[in-house]
């Protein structure tokens, strides 16, 4: 019989905005698939946002959306990246103190990252979690013809 649940297979993505720097390694994240479950609370999320700019005063508007996004992004970065080598600095005032392995469940170090950074990472687990695009890619629509 076929398998319906998701796989607890990860893959790891090399990141083009960290590449190897002499004979360093570059950066990388391992990531997974979201279930339906977690694919289902990601799009309520972002529906929220779409009621909201429908039903929303021009004012509220701006502040609403970018608080969804964040929360959306959030829900993403929590669930998907398995394991990474990125880090900051242990004292973001002083380099010389030494580096830490950010915590991708702690919103501030995924506001912390450059943002080329994080939207290479964001593009990644939209890539993976895109079934509709993954499908088109391999030339079958969404209807499996």
């Known amino acids: 019989m076929p ?3 998701v796989s607890k297979a990860t893959e790891t993505k090399q990141l083009t905005t960290l590449p190897p720097v002499d004979g360093d390694e570059g950066g990388w994240v391992e990531l997974r698939r979201m279930s339906y479950g977690e694919k289902i609370a990601k799009d ?3 529906m ?7 039903d929303a005063a021009a ?3 701006n ?3 970018a608080m969804i996004n964040e929360r959306v992004t959030l829900l993403e970065f929590q669930r998907c990246i398995v394991d990474h080598n990125l880090t900051a600095p242990v004292d973001p005032e002083d380099d010389t103190k030494g580096e830490r392995k950010l915590d991708f469940k702690k919103f501030s170090d995924v506001q912390a990252l450059d943002p080329r950074v994080g939207d290479e990472i964001s593009t990644l687990i939209g ?3 895109d079934f509709e695009k993954a499908v ?3 030339g079958v629509d969404a209807k499996g013809k």
């Open 63 to 65: 502040a609403e959306v």
């Open 59 to 61: 004012g509220n508007m």
């Open 136 to 138: 088109t890619k391999q």
């Open 3 to 5: 398998r319906a649940t």
């Open 44 to 46: 309520a999320e972002a």
């Open 127 to 129: 890539e993976m979690n």
């Open 48 to 54: 929220k946002m779409k009621f909201g700019m429908d």
